[in-house]
């Protein structure tokens, strides 16, 4: 079964940096799509941003020129890259798969917090 483990996240003030890493534990040849949702407090759980296997990548409106997914194939990893945080950026980053067969898996969460 595929395990995706998350590192990153903390508590920072207003216009720091944060990198958060999702590691896949299993064969990538059966992934076509990582990234990451958030989820606010009492909010719903939205996208923040895909890589397809293709390389094609989509952000959220919202975080368009600060933030930045990338991929290590050689290690089944993803990474954001979160620049110039904000408080509204306040949320559980969940990293996620899609495979070949449309299922998707969950990371356990990790939890972002931009306050002064």
């Known amino acids: 079964q595929v395990q995706l483990e998350e590192v990153g996240g903390g508590l920072v003030q207003p216009g720091a940096s944060l990198r958060l890493s999702c590691a896949h534990s299993?064969?990538?040849?059966?992934?076509?799509?990582m990234g990451w949702y958030r989820q606010p407090p009492g909010d719903q759980r939205d996208l923040v941003a895909h890589i397809t296997r293709s390389g094609n990548i989509h952000y959220e409106d919202s975080v368009k020129g600060r933030f930045t997914i990338t991929r290590d194939n050689t290690a089944n990893t993803i990474f954001l890259q979160m620049n110039d945080l904000r408080p509204e950026d306040t949320a559980v980053y969940y990293c996620?798969?899609?495979?070949?067969?449309?299922?998707?898996?969950w990371g356990q969460g990790t939890q972002v917090t931009v306050s002064s």
């Open positions: 299993g064969s990538a040849d059966n992934i076509y799509v």
């Open positions: 996620y798969t899609i495979d070949s067969e449309a299922h998707r898996t």
